[in-house]
C-alpha cells in the first residue's frame, strides 16, 4: 500500500470515528462556528481536513490525538508510526528551493528547517512558491500532510512580516518561546492569515478571467424584418457587417457599449461586463421590448468560446 493510500485511509478513519462518536457532537458545531464565522477567510479551506488535524478541542487535544489514544491497538504498526508523527508537527509554510533527484528541497520559512519532500505536484510549482502544510518523515522520505495550499512566493515577504510580529508579541508572554510552539499553538491564526491571501489570490484571478469572459443576453422575436427595419432607425446602432446574420455596434457616450448580433430567430447581446449588459439591456428593451422577448443571460468564458 502507498503512503498515499495509508493517509487516506487514517483521515478517513478519524473521521468517522469523530462522527460516530456522539460525545464530539458539541466539539463539531464549536468547530464549525470557529471556521464557518469566526474564520471567515477559511472558506477555501478543506473543513474536514482542519477539524482532523488542526482544530483543538476545549481540552487542548486535537481529534489525531484523541483518535490514536482510544484506537492505537486497533492500527498498524505504519499507522500508529504515522500518527504519533502528525501529534508532534504543526502547519507551517515551506518555500520550494530546488529540486534534488525528482524531490523538492523545501525550507520552513519560519523555523529554517529544510526537507527533501517527495510531492507529486512538484512539476507545476516554480523556485520560491509556497506550500502551507504539515511535513513529516516517513521511512526516511518526508511527505506533505493535511491541507496544502500553494501560494505564489510574491507573498512569502509580506507572510514573514505579520506572522513574525505575532511572534514577537508571543514571546513577551512565554519567555524564550519557539517557532514550533508559537505554531502549534496558532494554528488558526495561520490558516485565517492564508485564507485572507487565498481571498486575495481568487480575486486577482476572478479578475483576470473576467477580461476574457462575455457577458450576453440572448432574445427571440418573430420577424427578423421588422427588428432589421426598428434599428436602422437608431443612430446608437452602428452596422458593422451583413451576411447570413447583421453584426451591429451599440454605441454610448461615443464609446463601445456592446454587439448586437442579430439572427433569423433570435439576437445576441453582447457585453464586457454584467454592468455594461445590464445598460445595454435597458437601452435595447426600452426601444425594442415590444419586438422581441428577452431569453436568458450568461457568461461566456474563455474556454466556452475555444
Same mark, same amino acid.
Given at each position: 500500500m502507498t503512503i498515499d493510500n495509508t493517509q487516506f485511509e !487514517?483521515?478517513? &478513519? *478519524? /473521521? #468517522?470515528? *469523530? *462522527?460516530q462518536n456522539n460525545h $464530539? %457532537?458539541?466539539d463539531i458545531q464549536e468547530a464549525k462556528k470557529v471556521f464557518y464565522t469566526d474564520g471567515e477567510n477559511l472558506a477555501h479551506m478543506d473543513f474536514n481536513l482542519w /477539524? !482532523?488535524?488542526d482544530y483543538k478541542k476545549n481540552n487542548g487535544k486535537t481529534f489525531i490525538q484523541? $483518535?490514536?489514544l482510544d484506537k492505537k491497538n486497533q492500527m498498524t504498526h505504519m499507522e500508529n508510526d504515522i500518527l504519533k508523527? /502528525?501529534?508532534d508537527t504543526y502547519p507551517s509554510i515551506f518555500e520550494f528551493k530546488e529540486l534534488r533527484n525528482e524531490k523538492g528541497l523545501f525550507k520552513d520559512i519560519f523555523t529554517r528547517k529544510e526537507y527533501l519532500v517527495y510531492e507529486k505536484e512538484l512539476n507545476t510549482l516554480k523556485f520560491g512558491d509556497l506550500v502551507f502544510s504539515e511535513v513529516i518523515e516517513i521511512n526516511g522520505d518526508y511527505k506533505f500532510f493535511g491541507n496544502k !495550499?500553494? /501560494?505564489?512566493?510574491? $507573498? &512569502?515577504t509580506p507572510i514573514e512580516r505579520n506572522i513574525i510580529s505575532h511572534f514577537e508579541k508571543y514571546n513577551i508572554h512565554k519567555q524564550f518561546g519557539s517557532w514550533s510552539d508559537f505554531l502549534d499553538n496558532n494554528r488558526l491564526l495561520l490558516y485565517k492569515y492564508i485564507g485572507a491571501i487565498m481571498m486575495v489570490e481568487n480575486k486577482q484571478q476572478q479578475e483576470e478571467d473576467d477580461k476574457y469572459n462575455v457577458w450576453q443576453s440572448l432574445y427571440l422575436f418573430e420577424d427578423f424584418n421588422e427588428v432589421k427595419e426598428k434599428l436602422k432607425n437608431y443612430s446608437f446602432m452602428i452596422l458593422e457587417e451583413e451576411n447570413k446574420n447583421i453584426y451591429? &455596434?451599440? *454605441? %454610448?457616450? #461615443?464609446k463601445i457599449l456592446a454587439e448586437f448580433i442579430l439572427t433569423s430567430k433570435r439576437g445576441e447581446l453582447e457585453c464586457s461586463s454584467d454592468k455594461d449588459r445590464e445598460h445595454a439591456k435597458s437601452i435595447m428593451e426600452s426601444k425594442l421590448g415590444h419586438l422581441f422577448t428577452h431569453y436568458k443571460d450568461e457568461i461566456i468564458s474563455l474556454n466556452d468560446i475555444i
Open positions: !487514517i483521515e478517513e &478513519k *478519524i /473521521l #468517522e470515528y *469523530i *462522527i $464530539f %457532537d458539541t /477539524l !482532523i488535524y484523541e $483518535f490514536y508523527k /502528525l501529534i !495550499i500553494y /501560494l505564489p512566493g510574491v $507573498f &512569502k451591429y &455596434k451599440m *454605441i %454610448d457616450e #461615443e
